[in-house]
Structures are given as C-alpha cells and as structure tokens.
T-cell receptor
C-alpha cells in the first residue's frame, strides 16, 4: 500500500465543473508536491508546499489552485478545465533533508486519472 | 542543458535476461542524489534505488543495481533476471545541492519484457 493516498483514482469532469483532488500523507513529511503527467512523458511539477510555503510553476494556468489545510493534506482545486488538462495527476511528499549530501526520494501516490470532456 | 538524459525511448528484453537502462546527468554541484523509479501502466511511481554522489559503492536492491560512473556522469540501472512484471516506464531522476528541493526527471525508458 502506498503511504501517500490520492482520491479519487479516476475523475471525469465537464469543462464547466468544479472539482477537487485530494492527497494525504501521514509520514510527517513537510514537503508535498503536485505533478501533471501526460502518457509516456515525465511528470511536470505544478506546485510545491514546503514548510507552509507555496511555490508555483508559473506555467501552470490559474484554473488549477492548490490548498494545504494542514501539513498532512494537500488539495488541488480544478475549475473550468480544458480537454488538454486531461492527464494523470500525481501527488508526492518527501522528508526534510537532514544534512548536506543526504537526499531523499519522493514518495508518490497512485495518482488521479483526470479526463476533461 | 538537460539535467537528466535517457537516450533509450524503448527497450526490449527476453524474460530471465539482464537489461541495462542508460542515464546520464549534468550538474556542477558535488553533492547530489540519483534515483530510479518504475511506473507501471497503473500509474504509480515506485522507488527502486538510490545512489548518493559521495557513496563509494554502487547501490544494489535485490535484482536492481546501479552502475555509477561518477567521472562519466552516468548512473545506469541494471535489472537482472527480468520478469514479465518488469514491463513498465523507468525514470531516472536527480536532486542536487544543499536544499535539493527540485527533482529533475529524465524522459523515461519504456521496457518491455518478452516471454
């Protein structure tokens, strides 16, 4: 079982809908991430929440908005999406780097497959 | 310049054979970490193996080993005794520097294991 839980696993939404993706982790990680991934491509970073500070990839359109209610939960609110936004959305978390030269990988959730119709 | 380069878009291997997936990286920071992830068609990114830039030995995890050649800036993944369940996309990735906040991914290699 993955330790990063994403819901829902599949979502079909119309272009006028508002929906939210949810991501939860209970590993005490203080950094959480949203990625967008198209088929056969690497994940593209959308947002980073690290120690309550949000970093945004400026190429991400405003129809995507993240929310971090607490350090274990990261939501992605979707509004007025376009068909090209159909993709796999991955959430990930990572622990704090304790010292130089020591790196931790990301723990990924199983993703939400989003289809915009 | 690309931080991570994977030059093999697709690879085929016979079941029970070994296969090497190539990865080269670009960084001027002496401190970095290299990772390999597996992504089956279900979508989840599964961590396979990690190599730190200061590690003296090549990393191994079960059937996975990392052929780390620091001078050549390469970090190839070797999968021994391939199984049908190894068919997936494989991504090489890197974190660098003191904060290591950004995770750089390669373009991935699609591996197909043939029975």
């Amino acid at each position: 079982d993955t330790e990063v839980t994403q819901t829902p696993k599949h979502l079909v939404m119309g272009m006028t809908n508002k929906k939210s993706l949810k991501c939860e982790q209970h590993m005490g990680h203080r950094a959480m991430y949203w990625y967008k991934q198209k088929a056969k491509k690497p994940p593209e970073l959308m947002f980073v929440y690290s120690y309550e500070k949000l970093s945004i990839n400026e190429s991400v359109p405003s129809r995507f908005s993240p929310e971090c209610p607490n350090s274990s939960l990261l939501n992605l609110h979707l509004h007025a999406l376009q068909p090209e936004d159909s993709a796999l959305y991955l959430c990930a978390s990572s622990p704090r780097q304790k010292r130089q030269g020591e790196f931790y990988g990301y723990t990924f959730g199983s993703g939400t497959r989003l289809t915009v119709v | 310049a690309q931080k991570i380069t994977q030059t093999q878009p697709g690879m085929f291997v016979q079941e029970k054979e070994a296969v090497t997936l190539d990865c080269t990286y670009d960084t001027s920071d002496p401190s970095y970490g290299l990772f390999w992830y597996k992504q089956p068609s279900s979508g989840e990114m599964i961590f396979l193996i990690y190599q730190g830039s200061y590690d003296q030995q090549n990393a191994t995890e079960g059937r996975y080993s990392l052929n780390f050649q620091k001078a050549r800036k390469s970090a190839n993944l070797v999968i021994s005794a391939s199984q049908l369940g190894d068919s997936a996309m494989y991504f090489c990735a890197m974190r660098e520097g003191y904060t290591g906040n950004q995770f750089y991914f390669g373009t991935g290699t699609s591996l197909t294991v043939i029975p």
